[in-house]
Structures are given as structure tokens and as C-alpha cells.
């Protein structure tokens, strides 16, 4: 199994381009995350999904947008990204929410925003 | 301002010896998880503690939980140069519902061989 995928791992835009993350599961878990990472801070949550076709808002959700058409991908959109999102992003899936137990993390996608 | 803040932010010690880092957080929990980061890679779950445990073991880790001070201890002990990474302790309220997962700061580890 290869667990949590993401791709690209490293990308640089320009102000105002858009681009579209990728992360895959090959575990059949319901729930998926992504969160990002920043310099002197913890995880924060972007979007969620608890199940195919469902996404839900979480902490930092502004300037971003989600899809989860299959189960097994979600979907992280930038769609005019700004030297503010420039960060690690990481994808995560689980069993059950992510309060109640693991959350498998995939590599991270290293994005600059010129 | 974070639920959970580590300390130390940064901690060095020599292959053998045990690391102890801890979780300060402001809320009531449910649980408490730890995760590892190893430089550019995904966290790794270690272990989950919930409110009404108070220790809790996984091989060489051990997890303490003191709601009343409302804070958490990682111990790594017998410490190997594997184990250099970052620390992140991550709390899961009581209220806001089981998606609610409040990661810290963590603690960066090195361990010198």
C-alpha cells in the first residue's frame, strides 16, 4: 500500500496563478484533511471531508477550495494564490474523524507563492 | 493563540540518554495525541491519551496526562539518533466535536549519536 500520496511535492507560482494540489489514499478511509504548515506554528486545518462527495470548512479556510468526487482523492484548489499561502501543505486521511484516532499523513507539497 | 504549546522548543541530547518534552493547552480535552515529524516527511501518530487516562506506554514512549494542570509529558527513553525529529503534541477539545484536532508548535529534537 502506498498510503498517503501527494502531488506535486514542490512548486513555485507567481501572484495570482491558480493551481490544483493532489492528494490519494489507497486505504479506503471516509475522512481526509489537508492542513498547512507554517514556520513557528502547528498544523492548521484548511478543509475536511467526511465522506465522498461532502467537504466541510475548517480553520483557515480562505483563498482555498476542495472537491472530494471520489473517495479515494481530495482535492486541495488555489484558484489566485498569494505570497500569504506560501507553505507546506499536508494531506491526511483516517478511519475515523481525526479527533478519535490516527490520521495518516502523506510527504507535504512545499508551495512558494512569488 | 494555540491550544497546545510545546516545551522546549528545541532539545539536544546524546544517543542513550531519555527526552522529555511537554504539552501545556488552555481547554478541557477529550484527548491528547503526540505526533513525529521527520525533516520533510508527513507526521506519524504515536500515541493517543484520553482525559480519564493518566499514563500511558508504547514501547520506549511514555505519556503522562494531568488534566488538572492541563498538560501532557513525552518521554522517549533510551534514545536513539532515529528518534531526532520534531514533537507535536495535538488536543482534541470536549466541545466542537471529534474534527476539532489543535496541533502545537512542537519540539525539535536532535539526538547526537
Not at chain 1, 67 to 84: D, H, I, V, Y
Request: net charge positive.
Amino acid at each position: 500500500n502506498a498510503g498517503v500520496t501527494q502531488t506535486p511535492k514542490f512548486r513555485v507560482l507567481k501572484t495570482g496563478q491558480s493551481m490544483t494540489l493532489l492528494c490519494a489514499q489507497d486505504m479506503n478511509h471516509e475522512y481526509m484533511y489537508w492542513y498547512r504548515q507554517d514556520p513557528g506554528m502547528g498544523l492548521r486545518l484548511i478543509h475536511y471531508s467526511v465522506g465522498e462527495g461532502t467537504t466541510a470548512k475548517g480553520e483557515v479556510p480562505d483563498g482555498y477550495n476542495v472537491s472530494r468526487l471520489k473517495k479515494q482523492n481530495f482535492l486541495l484548489g488555489l484558484e489566485s494564490a498569494a505570497p500569504s499561502q506560501t507553505s507546506v501543505y499536508f494531506c491526511a486521511s483516517s478511519v475515523r474523524l481525526a479527533g478519535s484516532g490516527e490520521q495518516f499523513f502523506g510527504p507535504g507539497t512545499r508551495l512558494t507563492v512569488l | 493563540s494555540q491550544q497546545g504549546e510545546e516545551d522546549p522548543q528545541a532539545l539536544s541530547i546524546q544517543e542513550g540518554e531519555n527526552a522529555t518534552m511537554n504539552c501545556s493547552y488552555k481547554t478541557s480535552i477529550n484527548n491528547l495525541q503526540w505526533y513525529r515529524q521527520n525533516s520533510g516527511r508527513g507526521l506519524v501518530h504515536l500515541i493517543l491519551i484520553r482525559s480519564n487516562e493518566r499514563e500511558k506506554h508504547s514501547g520506549r514512549l511514555r505519556v503522562t496526562l494531568d488534566t488538572s494542570k492541563k498538560s501532557s509529558s513525552l518521554l522517549i527513553t533510551a534514545s536513539r539518533a532515529a528518534d531526532t525529529a520534531s514533537y507535536f503534541c495535538a488536543t482534541v477539545p470536549n466541545s466542537g466535536g471529534y474534527q476539532k484536532v489543535t496541533f502545537g508548535t512542537g519540539t525539535k529534537l536532535q539526538v547526537i549519536p
